[in-house]
Nanobody, 129 residues
Framework: QVQLVESGGGSVQAGGSLRLSCAASGRTFSTYAVAWFRQAPGKEREFVAVITWGGVAIVYADSVKGRFTISRDNAKNTMYLQMNSLKPEDTAVYYC??????????????????????WGQGTKVTVSS
């Protein structure tokens, strides 16, 4: 059974930084797609960033491009989301996710929550102005 546990959320002022971590058990991160999504109050879950299957591509949502960096440490079986220059609109619960899809899927498909079947419990990020 795959389990994902996020940590690193918190409250920060606009312009600050946070690093989220997602530790996996029951699965190695080295091959499958790993992604971050977020969900703000009253809004749908939205894509943030992904490392696609086999590390073929790294893709970011336009809203975070240039500010956020996704990475993974295969030795620690952990993925990260470094968030810099945070804005109040980044306030949300952040979720890490992975799936069982063996083989590359399109970038568009990699950004869809429905293509992930393993999710962490979420970690809350609050950015104040």
């Amino acid at each position: 059974q795959v389990q994902l546990v996020e940590s690193g959320g918190g409250s920060v002022q606009a312009g600050g930084s946070l690093r989220l971590s997602c530790a996996a058990s029951g699965r190695t991160f080295s091959t499958y797609a790993v992604a971050w999504f977020r969900q703000a109050p009253g809004k749908e879950r939205e894509f943030v960033a992904v490392i696609t299957w086999g590390g073929v591509a790294i893709v970011y949502a336009d809203s975070v491009k240039g500010r956020f960096t996704i990475s993974r440490d295969n030795a620690k079986n952990t993925m990260y989301l470094q968030m810099n220059s945070l804005k109040p609109e980044d306030t949300a619960v952040y979720y890490c996710a992975t799936n069982n899809l063996a083989g590359y899927i399109s970038v568009a498909a990699s950004t869809m929550p429905g293509n992930y079947n393993y999710w962490g419990q979420g970690t809350k990020v609050t950015v104040s102005s």
